[in-house]
């Protein structure tokens, strides 16, 4: 398929997840709008390199007013959004009774909240134009719980329930909006996970396979290129009925 002549706004994307998923709506020919923290000449090059164009807004997405200047950038450069992923996320663990105030904050924040923003800032556009992808990036945590995630868990879950909501007020429309809930991605933070696992002298590879065999059956990560060409099969013509669904690739965890 090509998307030729869409743009498609990926938040969280100047690297992993996010750039995976990016580079795979560029090769399809969309124009690209990425967000995120840090450096953004490597990944706007990447970009580049299949011959689309791409812009970069550093938004911090837990604050309203910057989701809403990089709505306005994808306006000014290329006419508004055809297909947004809500992508960015964070991530802290600690009990409930010790989670602190602050990073329950952000992460409901970032991980729920930006979503919403997004949606609504790129819904009236997409009608105008009677087509439209809204792909959220949710987590197998937004299906299932894990200890020490009460914030994460929550967002996830959160995402989960718009998705349904918005799925059934676009349903009769040629805007589409649906989750993908990933399992273990191997990002920098669940690389940490690994290092420290195999901190004190273990086994990395070990360490590797004894994080994937608690909980997902494949023993295999889930890759940005995996999810970037579910988010293209959600684009096409044949993923035009999949509505306000949650759709899990998690090699496995569901399943048992």
Same mark, same amino acid.
């Given at each position: 398929?090509?998307l030729?002549?869409?743009?498609?706004?990926? %938040?969280?994307?100047?690297?992993?997840?996010g750039?995976?998923?990016?580079?795979?709506?560029?090769?399809?020919?969309?124009?690209?709008?990425?967000?995120?923290?840090?450096?953004?000449?490597?990944?706007?090059?990447?970009?580049?390199?299949?011959?689309?164009?791409?812009?970069?807004?550093?938004?911090?997405?837990?604050?309203?007013?910057?989701?809403?200047?990089?709505?306005?950038?994808?306006?000014?450069?290329?006419?508004?959004?055809d297909?947004?992923?809500?992508?960015?996320g964070? +991530?802290?663990?600690?009990?409930?009774? +010790?989670?602190?105030?602050?990073?329950?904050?952000?992460?409901?924040?970032?991980?729920?909240?930006?979503?919403?923003?997004?949606?609504?800032?790129?819904?009236?556009?997409?009608?105008?134009?009677?087509?439209?992808?809204?792909?959220?990036?949710?987590?197998?945590?937004?299906?299932?719980?894990?200890?020490?995630?009460?914030?994460?868990?929550?967002?996830?879950?959160?995402?989960?329930?718009? %998705?349904?909501?918005?799925?059934?007020?676009?349903?009769?429309?040629?805007? %589409?909006?649906?989750?993908?809930?990933?399992?273990?991605?191997?990002?920098?933070?669940?690389?940490?996970?690994?290092?420290?696992?195999?901190?004190?002298?273990?086994?990395?590879? +070990?360490a590797?396979?004894?994080l994937?065999?608690?909980?997902?059956?494949?023993?295999?990560?889930?890759?940005?290129?995996?999810?970037?060409?579910?988010v293209?099969?959600?684009?096409?013509?044949?993923?035009?009925?999949?509505?306000?669904a949650?759709?899990?690739?998690?090699?496995?965890?569901?399943a +048992?």
């Open positions: 398929m090509t030729k002549g869409k743009t498609a706004l990926v %938040t969280g994307s100047t690297s992993g997840i750039l995976g998923i990016a580079q795979v709506l560029a090769r399809a020919g969309a124009n690209i709008v990425l967000n995120g923290f840090g450096d953004p000449a490597p990944a706007l090059a990447e970009i580049a390199r299949h011959g689309v164009k791409a812009v970069h807004h550093p938004a911090d997405l837990s604050d309203v007013a910057q989701i809403e200047a990089l709505f306005a950038l994808a306006e000014r450069e290329f006419g508004g959004v297909i947004l992923v809500n992508n960015a964070i +991530q802290h663990v600690a009990p409930v009774e +010790q989670f602190p105030l602050e990073s329950w904050d952000k992460i409901i924040a970032l991980n729920l909240s930006a979503v919403f923003h997004g949606t609504r800032l790129a819904l009236p556009g997409m009608r105008a134009r009677n087509w439209g992808r809204i792909i959220n990036i949710a987590s197998v945590h937004g299906l299932v719980g894990s200890t020490g995630k009460a914030a994460y868990v929550a967002a996830k879950h959160g995402v989960v329930g718009l %998705t349904k909501v918005v799925g059934l007020e676009t349903a009769t429309s040629n805007v %589409t909006c649906n989750a993908i809930c990933p399992g273990w991605v191997l990002t920098p933070l669940v690389q940490k996970q690994i290092d420290d696992r195999a901190a004190n002298g273990g086994d990395p590879l +070990q590797q396979h004894d994937l065999a608690e909980k997902q059956p494949s023993l295999a990560f889930v890759t940005p290129e995996h999810l970037g060409e579910l293209l099969f959600l684009c096409s013509e044949a993923g035009s009925q999949v509505r306000g949650a759709w899990n690739v998690d090699g496995g965890w569901l +048992q």
